[in-house]
């Protein structure tokens, strides 16, 4: 028998109510320990013993990428905020005198950006049906109540509000009845996508009583079933050895037995999460299973902000058989202060990393943002005539016709996102301004 290349590990998270019992509280110091009481108050915090003793570098401390990834931070929220909310702690206020405390910082931090709520979910006979979105003509979101959590978070998750236990800013749901009426009557959608949170942090057999009426409706425009993912770079051992790894397979295999491409679209955000045995093994388990793995996601600032870090990261992902998809510009919501980068910049980083690769890899597409309109692709910047501008285009679009036209913004050095950018040439407003009509909502009769 061939031994494993790693041991076994039981999941063990750490979070804000046993963090200061686990060893990592005795390798952060005192400010970096308050920054998490504090901090973790207002933003989800949770990481794994994985994570902490594989992925973090301990001697480097905070200035280590995967802690800054997965440790809340003092800077990410407003220092005044801070110091309001240290003070309510030590004051002894009541529970919900510090949540009160707590919603008002959450209210000010843009809990869905995009119009996610208002404007992206579908209706069917009139009725709103909930945890499903659907803003571009192809593809449909589904979130899986039970799949609304993450092995570990992201410090700047723009899903944040979904792992708050805020059911007022939660979207979810708990069969996949209408999911299946709704794709029935929708011919153009050929890809669904399941996502969160992270759909992985489900047992498999939860996650076949979503998916097996989708197969068993035989739904021929359905092409692919794609699933959001972070497990692969935090916890591996959810295709290697937790008790119903198999079991998830045999489920990637059933998906692909019936027809579908299958692409786990896994969520890498620096070369070290594809550093391990176990994640190399786990890859190999997952492509053999017949899906395909597409790596994405946002570039920001204390986390992977060098080009270098994303041509390492896309090399080890070609080199193992992955896919580079996107690389994102950080969305305008929770601690987007702590993370964002100007666009500029962004474009310099994504394209001194794009020449560093082989072609292979050059099937990544960035820098993104996913916007209300759209999916905006800043493709770099110009001077035309006297002006110096931004070149953008739409890779995905509320309307399909205004992807791929190129349009232009007055070059800002500050803009981080698009609502920072103003129209180029005198111009008032961008082309798909006067086009969209924002009270448009995807309906079926
Ligand atoms: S894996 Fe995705 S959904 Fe989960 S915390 Fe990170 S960014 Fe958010």
Same mark, same amino acid.
């Given at each position: 028998?061939?031994?494993?290349?790693?041991?076994?590990?039981?999941?063990?998270?750490?979070?804000?109510?046993?963090?200061?019992?686990?060893?990592?509280?005795?390798?952060?110091?005192?400010?970096?320990?308050?920054?998490?009481?504090?901090?973790?108050?207002?933003? !989800?915090?949770?990481?794994?013993?994985?994570?902490?003793?594989?992925?973090?570098?301990?001697?480097?401390?905070?200035?280590? !990428?995967?802690?800054?990834?997965?440790?809340?931070?003092?800077?990410?929220?407003?220092?005044?905020?801070?110091?309001? #909310?240290?003070?309510?702690?030590?004051?002894?206020?009541?529970?919900?005198?510090?949540?009160?405390?707590?919603?008002?910082?959450?209210?000010?931090?843009?809990?869905?950006?995009?119009?996610?709520?208002?404007?992206?979910?579908?209706?069917?006979?009139?009725?709103?049906?909930?945890?499903?979105?659907?803003?571009?003509?192809?593809?449909?979101?589904?979130?899986?109540?039970?799949?609304?959590?993450?092995?570990?978070?992201?410090?700047?998750?723009?899903?944040?509000?979904?792992?708050?236990?805020?059911?007022?800013?939660?979207?979810?749901?708990?069969?996949?009845? +209408?999911?299946?009426?709704?794709?029935?009557?929708?011919?153009?959608?050929?890809?669904?996508?399941?996502?969160?949170?992270?759909?992985?942090?489900?047992?498999?057999?939860?996650?076949?009583?979503?998916?097996?009426?989708? @197969?068993?409706?035989?739904?021929?425009?359905?092409?692919?079933?794609?699933?959001?993912?972070?497990?692969?770079?935090?916890?591996?051992?959810?295709?290697?050895?937790?008790? +119903?790894?198999?079991?998830?397979?045999?489920?990637?295999?059933?998906?692909?037995?019936?027809?579908?491409?299958?692409?786990?679209?896994?969520?890498?955000?620096?070369?070290?999460? #594809?550093?391990?045995?176990?994640?190399?093994?786990?890859?190999?388990?997952?492509?053999?299973?017949?899906?395909?793995?597409?790596?994405?996601?946002?570039?920001?600032?204390?986390?992977? +902000?060098?080009?270098?870090?994303?041509?390492?990261?896309?090399?080890?992902?070609?080199? #193992?058989?992955?896919?580079?998809?996107?690389?994102?510009?950080?969305?305008?919501?929770?601690?987007?202060?702590?993370?964002?980068?100007?666009?500029?910049?962004?474009?310099?980083?994504?394209?001194?990393?794009?020449?560093?690769?082989?072609?292979?890899?050059?099937?990544?597409?960035?820098?993104?943002?996913?916007?209300?309109?759209?999916?905006?692709?800043?493709?770099?910047?110009?001077?035309?005539?006297?002006?110096?501008?931004?070149?953008?285009?739409? @890779?995905?679009?509320? +309307?399909?016709?205004?992807?791929?036209?190129?349009?232009?913004?007055?070059?800002? !050095?500050?803009?981080?996102?698009?609502?920072?950018?103003? !129209?180029?040439?005198?111009?008032?407003?961008?082309?798909?301004?006067?086009?969209?009509?924002?009270?448009?909502?995807?309906?079926?009769?």
């Amino acid at each position: 028998m061939k031994l494993p290349l790693f041991q076994p590990q039981r999941y063990e998270p750490i979070h804000r109510f046993n963090i200061q019992r686990s060893p990592e509280w005795g390798f952060m110091g005192s400010d970096e320990q308050e920054a998490v009481r504090v901090v973790s108050q207002v933003l !989800p915090f949770r990481t794994n013993t994985y994570v902490t003793r594989n992925l973090i570098n301990w001697d480097r401390n905070s200035g280590d !990428p995967m802690f800054n990834l997965t440790f809340p931070q003092r800077e990410m929220i407003d220092e005044e905020d801070f110091s309001t #909310l240290q003070e309510v702690l030590n004051s002894g206020a009541s529970r919900d005198e510090v949540k009160e405390v707590v919603q008002s910082i959450r209210r000010r931090l843009n809990p869905h950006p995009a119009g996610q709520l208002s404007h992206n979910v579908p209706e069917l006979n009139g009725r709103k049906l909930e945890g499903l979105q659907h803003k571009y003509r192809e593809t449909v979101l589904f979130f899986p109540s039970q799949g609304q959590t993450c092995h570990a978070y992201c410090t700047y998750c723009f899903r944040w509000p979904q792992f708050v236990g805020n059911s007022e800013v939660r979207f979810q749901s708990r069969s996949s009845d +209408d999911l299946v009426r709704y794709l029935r009557e929708r011919e153009e959608v050929t890809d669904l996508l399941i996502t969160g949170g992270d759909p992985l942090v489900m047992k498999a057999s939860l996650l076949e009583s979503y998916l097996a009426p989708v @197969l068993e409706a035989q739904i021929e425009h359905l092409k692919t079933i794609r699933l959001g993912s972070k497990a692969l770079a935090y916890w591996p051992f959810r295709f290697l050895t937790d008790p +119903d790894s198999d079991d998830l397979l045999r489920l990637f295999e059933r998906v692909v037995k019936a027809g579908k491409h299958l692409a786990l679209m896994a969520h890498f955000s620096h070369p070290v999460e #594809l550093s391990t045995a176990p994640v190399e093994e786990a890859i190999r388990r997952v492509r053999s299973a017949g899906a395909e793995i597409r790596m994405q996601a946002p570039l920001v600032r204390h986390v992977n +902000d060098s080009s270098d870090v994303w041509a390492a990261l896309w090399k080890q992902g070609v080199h #193992l058989g992955l896919v580079p998809y996107y690389m994102f510009v950080e969305r305008d919501t929770g601690p987007k202060g702590y993370f964002e980068i100007p666009l500029h910049r962004a474009h310099l980083i994504f394209r001194e990393a794009f020449n560093q690769v082989s072609g292979l890899a050059r099937t990544v597409r960035g820098p993104s943002m996913s916007a209300f309109p759209g999916k905006v692709h800043l493709i770099g910047t110009a001077q035309i005539g006297r002006e110096k501008v931004f070149v953008l285009q739409f @890779l995905q679009a509320r +309307d399909p016709n205004w992807v791929g036209r190129p349009f232009f913004a007055r070059f800002d !050095p500050e803009a981080c996102w698009l609502d920072d950018l103003t !129209p180029a040439f005198g111009r008032k407003h961008f082309f798909f301004e006067r086009e969209y009509e924002p009270t448009a909502v995807s309906t079926v009769a």
